[in-house]
């Protein structure tokens, strides 16, 4: 329960700063920000110094996935921004403010978001509260500490060395050439829901499945590492990938951060409190 809170906490703040973006969108003091202060700036001596118009040129900067939501920057002398998302099944979804506009900077990057989310939903589920629980088929038979008392600690070394090599295996996929790249890692974290059963085929303390066990440290062993390396490279390249969606405008790219972090932090959250449930489900005992 102590994680459970810290990861609630974390996901509380971050959504008061979403919010708050929100707000500050919507208030009467930033319609009059955006009409008084873009046109001056004020020097210490009180001067007013003009500030140089922008061109008419449009500022457009996609992935290469043409099927994705894509987010487009038109600038010009009229200092407004238009965001305009477009997708393969919607002609143009036009989102027009005198600032930014945060539900405009979500659809773009949605594809990532939810990738993110649920690869952290799949992997707290079942890390570390289920992998804890692994037990070796040598356990008692031999003097190895690894497959005795140590077992638990090497649950967490693969882990832990399964993610690190999916982060660095993540740096030699070219994710521009990747087409439709967004709808392929939200596939891709909802092909990892079948590690849920899959690791109830583990021998583990109390399990329930005792009965369809795959009598093999071997198995475990992979089956760990490779969940860990699907945890770390799809984690790395939806945070890659993400900022091609998007305009390189400081604002837009700090929502969109702080939209991606939300993401990670509830995915950390929910994948905690579901956490219970696996393991009452993969023991058999049910405690409400």
Not at 27 to 38: M, T
Not at 104 to 116: E, F, L, M, Q, R
Not at 264 to 284: A, D, K, P, R
């Amino acid at each position: 329960w102590n994680t459970f809170v810290y990861f609630s906490l974390g996901c509380f703040v971050l959504a008061l700063c979403i919010i708050g973006y929100i707000y500050i969108q919507h208030s009467n003091a930033a319609d009059r920000l955006n009409q008084e202060g873009h046109s001056v700036l004020q020097t210490n001596a009180g001067d007013v110094m003009p500030i140089e118009e922008q061109n008419d040129s449009n500022i457009e900067i996609f992935s290469d996935d043409e099927s994705s939501p894509r987010l487009t920057y038109q600038g010009g002398s009229t200092n407004r921004e238009v965001f305009e998302v477009t997708g393969p099944e919607d002609d143009i979804l036009l989102a027009q403010e005198e600032t930014f506009d945060t539900v405009s900077i979500y659809k773009a990057v949605s594809g990532p978001v939810w990738s993110i989310w649920l690869t952290l939903f799949v992997t707290l589920t079942i890390f570390p509260t289920w992998t804890s629980r692994l037990e070796s088929t040598q356990k008692c038979q031999n003097h190895s500490r690894l497959q005795n008392d140590l077992y638990v600690a090497l649950t967490f070394v693969i882990f832990n060395l399964g993610d690190l090599t999916g982060r660095l295996l993540s740096n030699k996929v070219d994710v521009a050439a990747i087409g439709d790249l967004s709808k392929k890692l939200v596939l891709i974290a909802l092909a990892r829901l079948l590690f849920g059963p899959i690791f109830f085929l583990c021998t583990a303390r109390a399990s329930a499945f005792q009965e369809i066990v795959i009598q093999s440290d071997i198995f475990s062993i992979l089956l760990q590492f490779c969940f860990a390396i699907s945890n770390g490279m799809l984690l790395s390249i939806s945070f890659m990938h993400a900022p091609s969606l998007l305009p390189s405008n400081a604002s837009v790219q700090g929502i969109a951060s702080t939209i991606m972090n939300f993401s990670l932090v509830l995915g950390l959250l929910c994948g905690s409190f579901f956490s219970f449930g696996y393991v009452q489900l993969g023991t058999g005992h049910f405690n409400l």
